[in-house]
Nanobody
Framework: QVQLVESGGGLVQAGGSLRLSCAASGRAFSEYLMGWFRQAPGEEREFVATITRSAVSYYADSVKGRFTISRDSGKNTVYLQMNSLKPDDTAIYYC?????????????????WGQGTQVTVSS
């Protein structure tokens, strides 16, 4: 069993930055594919970024060049650095993990989820 706890959300002006953190409990953090998703009101949950067990990262086109995902196995934590934020980035951001896939971009492929953290970008 894995528990994920996100932090770092908040209110920021357009063009600003935030860093989200996701602390994972349980063993074998390094064996998990870790991902970030987001969900805006009335919208489906969408893929943002993922980082493999070997620390290779993949991004949605909408955030490529602005967001950076990273992981620290010593701290059992995955991060999402978000720069040049836009109002369209406003959403609840969720951390997720799975051991079933080497690479995954669909929410259905992830087994464990955090409670989410709100990010609001004002114009």
């Amino acid at each position: 069993q894995v528990q994920l706890v996100e932090s770092g959300g908040g209110l920021v002006q357009a063009g600003g930055s935030l860093r989200l953190s996701c602390a994972a409990s349980g063993r074998a953090f390094s064996e998990y594919l870790m991902g970030w998703f987001r969900q805006a009101p009335g919208e489906e949950r969408e893929f943002v970024a993922t980082i493999t067990r070997s620390a290779v990262s993949y991004y949605a086109d909408s955030v490529k060049g602005r967001f950076t995902i990273s992981r620290d196995s010593g701290k059992n934590t995955v991060y999402l650095q978000m720069n040049s934020l836009k109002p369209d980035d406003t959403a609840i951001y969720y951390c997720a993990s799975t051991r079933r896939f080497v690479l995954a971009r669909s929410p259905n492929q992830y087994d464990y989820w955090g409670q989410g953290t709100q990010v609001t970008v004002s114009s």
